[in-house]
């Protein structure tokens, strides 16, 4: 096994679980900030994303607020592609695409800008549950013209992103498949 995805997968085994109502929620420095992200982590996950990627196809790399930030913000310095962010308020440019997610959590609206008709388009996130942010962000990608080229996260929990690969006819890929037994965290890939 690559020692990057090893240290992934064991970094997502250590991680502290937390209750949210019924809801069990690990927490790992990719997908909230806490506790401190250690570099080879970090640079680890952008050494897996970036060889998953033809970069001669993309035009630009679209980050999600607030945790897709970090692994974008890396890629688009070392790929030399522009980024753009799905942000959390709005700017009321002419071109904005407001988008409604729901998760498993939480609503509310993402707004998109600056993505232009027939762009290929790399999209990155840390994490997709639900599907519902990522299901908003394919079809606000989809109004605005441009063309999905990828789409990588970096742990799958559940069965959201089956759900929405097949609803919105995309591939997504992620580097870890998780799920949460009780205050565990079980790799199932």
């Given at each position: ?183 565990k965290v079980i790799i199932l890939r």
């Open positions: 096994m690559d020692e990057n995805l090893y240290n992934l997968r064991k970094s997502v085994l250590e991680a502290p679980v937390v209750w949210k109502g019924e809801y069990p929620y690990f927490i790992h420095p990719l997908t909230d900030g806490i506790p401190r992200l250690y570099p080879e982590i970090l640079d680890g996950v952008i050494d897996l994303i970036n060889s998953m990627v033809d970069w001669s196809k993309i035009d630009v790399i679209l980050g999600i607020e607030a945790m897709g930030l970090p692994l974008a913000s890396l890629l688009s310095s070392k790929s030399g592609k522009p980024l753009v962010v799905a942000r959390k308020r709005s700017y009321g440019f002419e071109d904005e695409i407001v988008v409604d997610q729901s998760t498993g959590y939480s609503k509310g609206e993402l707004f998109l800008n600056d993505l232009k008709k027939n762009e290929h388009v790399l999209v990155i996130d840390d994490v997709l549950s639900t599907g519902g942010t990522m299901e908003a962000i394919i079809n606000g990608i989809k109004r605005t013209g441009a063309r999905i080229q990828n789409i990588i996260v970096v742990f799958e929990k559940g069965d959201g992103l089956e759900k929405v690969s097949k609803k919105c006819m995309v591939e997504i890929e992620s580097l870890v498949k998780i799920e949460m037994h009780g205050d």
